[in-house]
């Protein structure tokens, strides 16, 4: 009887929320700004970074006048509900984000922001429930493969990564008056809220969709409130808050006391300036010890200006051009804050290192290392190479009570005082879930398998390469502790910042394990350039020593833990 009701809801929920408030979901993505005026910069592409931009006072703001930095991002999200599925087979009930653009790369683990090229695209074909990306494809004569990049060599049927919904805009393109206001294209933002509808709704995943812009750059996120279908009783807000962020503008914070909250059937577009390069976290700012337990939480990083230094531009020399940028500018003896101080030339040892330089064949040979000949990418602009690395892992450590979540799905009061965690999750998985390659799928309510842990956890690190752990953590209720068994931890950033005193000193540290409390993020680098003592093949364990954490609400379930594999 519970299910019949449930399902009469759902379909009253989706009904109104399509035809009573069907024009309230948009999205925005420009093509232009003020900071990025297209006329002098290709916003679909990052530009080498070989000074600051030029500035100009036009009209009493200062506007870029040549040598524009960075480029302009989007991204479109859903809010929402889902499950997600333990490594003992427990289906759990969330609140959760969901991807509403970027699809085929959060399938793949990537990053679902997209350059508005990219971004403003409409669909081959009118995405439905089923659809690759979303689901397990099984609306699809080709189901979506995901192992483009395993020896199978196999190439993914699905790479469609613009914004889901977005259609031109017919009545405006049939009034001659109100054409001449938007492209030749119709593409306005107008968009069919049923695609929203059949791809949002129930598509939750956990963590929440990843994340990733360039410093420099625009980034634009829109939110889309679809509803929480499983808890219909519940007219649940949702908001976007970007967790540490500097300098941030209360309006676009997320905190509904400061900024706005988004109702079920309407959008709300965010819109952020780059801030300093290192690893942040986003979630839900609507009763947080709440939404936070239950799944509403995600990771963004942000890349440094050091990754677009040209090849053999020495990177001291790059990392001074930015204290030339008012964004960055950089007087260690008034602003304890600052991002860009110079290393110490007078200690630091790595200045005579190959890392003072950028290069291309430091690491590795062609045959041990695939990135062998080409740059070394950057956690932070550092100006002596001490955070590179070659490939980059996002890490997003959670825990949960999955007595909450019960009682949250079946309109029960909700304990607050009696959450105890007791699942232990690295990118919503627990061992051996986190070394499973590709995205993970639940069955909902809703009778298909959706997407609902797209991020796998395994570590690869190329022989003779280093790996880039972003690790972040927003628990409600626990500290967490990762170790490291044989590669030993280089912490090299805390909470988004390059660990440097104001005096240049290098203040990183190698550790075998880190901890981290709620609302914390560490960067930690993971060396195997010594071949001898990392050879190809070789597997080590990335875990937690609290053993209660080794375990999902029973025994004989891995928790917090997964493996590092050389290749």
């Not at 040979?365 to 740059?375: A, C």
């Not at 090299?492 to 190698?510: E, H, T």
């Not at 960067?523 to 080590?540: C, E, K, Q, W």
Request: with cysteine; glycine share 8%.
């Amino acid at each position: 009887m519970l299910n019949r009701i449930v399902k009469i809801l759902v379909l009253a929920t989706v009904s109104a929320a399509v035809s009573a408030s069907a024009q309230s979901f948009r999205v925005q993505c420009p093509t232009s700004t003020i900071t990025h005026p297209s006329s002098l910069n290709n916003n679909n592409a990052e530009p080498a970074y070989t000074g600051p931009t030029t500035l100009a006072a036009v009209n009493g703001y200062m506007q870029p006048t040549g040598h524009v930095n960075g480029a302009i991002k989007c991204q479109q999200i859903s809010g929402g509900d889902g499950y997600s599925t333990m490594a003992n087979g427990v289906q759990t009930f969330m609140f959760s984000f969901g991807p509403l653009s970027g699809l085929a790369d959060i399938a793949k683990g990537l990053p679902g922001t997209e350059f508005p090229g990219v971004f403003n695209t409409v669909a081959p074909t009118t995405p439905m429930p089923g659809d690759p990306a979303t689901t397990d494809g099984s609306n699809t004569t080709t189901p979506y493969n995901f192992v483009s990049n395993t020896t199978t060599g196999s190439t993914p049927t699905f790479n469609w990564n613009g914004a889901v919904g977005l259609v031109p805009d017919a009545d405006c393109l049939a009034d001659p008056t109100c054409a001449t206001t938007i492209p030749a294209s119709g593409l306005d933002g107008h968009v069919d809220p049923r695609q929203i509808m059949d791809i949002g709704v129930m598509n939750g995943n956990i963590p929440a969709p990843l994340m990733a812009m360039d410093e420099d750059d625009e980034f634009f996120l829109t939110l889309s409130n679809v509803g929480m279908i499983m808890r219909p009783d519940l007219f649940e807000q949702h908001t976007v808050h970007f967790h540490g962020y500097p300098n941030a503008s209360s309006f676009y914070d997320g905190v509904p006391d400061a900024s706005v909250a988004i109702n079920i059937g309407g959008s709300f577009t965010y819109y952020y300036l780059a801030p300093d390069a290192g690893t942040y976290f986003w979630h839900c700012h609507i009763t947080p010890p709440e939404h936070l337990q239950m799944g509403m939480v995600g990771q963004i990083y942000v890349r440094p200006r050091q990754n677009r230094v040209p090849l053999n531009t020495n990177l001291r020399t790059a990392l001074a051009w930015q204290n030339q940028d008012l964004r960055t500018a950089c007087n260690p003896a008034v602003d304890i804050l600052c991002t860009a101080v110079l290393p110490n030339a007078a200690t630091d040892t790595l200045l005579t290192l190959p890392g003072a330089v950028q290069h291309n064949d430091t690491v590795g040979t062609t045959t041990t290392n695939p990135n062998h000949g080409q740059p070394y990418k950057y956690a932070y602009n550092d100006g002596d190479g001490l955070t590179a690395y070659d490939v980059e892992y996002p890490l997003q450590i959670h825990g949960f009570d999955p007595n909450f979540h019960f009682v949250g799905m079946t309109f029960n009061p909700e304990a607050f005082v009696d959450m105890k965690d007791k699942f232990f999750l690295l990118n919503g998985r627990s061992y051996p879930d986190t070394v499973t390659p590709g995205p993970l799928t639940t069955m909902s309510s809703d009778g298909r398998s959706h997407f609902s842990q797209p991020l796998p956890s395994i570590i690869n690190i190329p022989a003779g390469g280093k790996a880039l752990l972003r690790i972040s953590m927003l628990s409600v209720t626990e500290y967490q502790t990762l170790a490291s068994l044989g590669i030993p931890m280089h912490v090299i950033g805390y909470n988004a910042k390059l660990l440097r005193d104001q005096s240049g000193n290098n203040m990183d540290y190698y550790s075998n394990s880190i901890t981290l409390g709620g609302g914390e993020s560490l960067d930690v680098i993971l060396d195997a350039s010594n071949t001898t003592n990392y050879p190809a093949g070789s597997v080590f364990y990335l875990y937690t020593p609290q053993l209660d954490h080794l375990a999902n609400d029973q025994e004989n379930f891995g928790g917090l833990m997964t493996e590092v594999h050389i290749n």
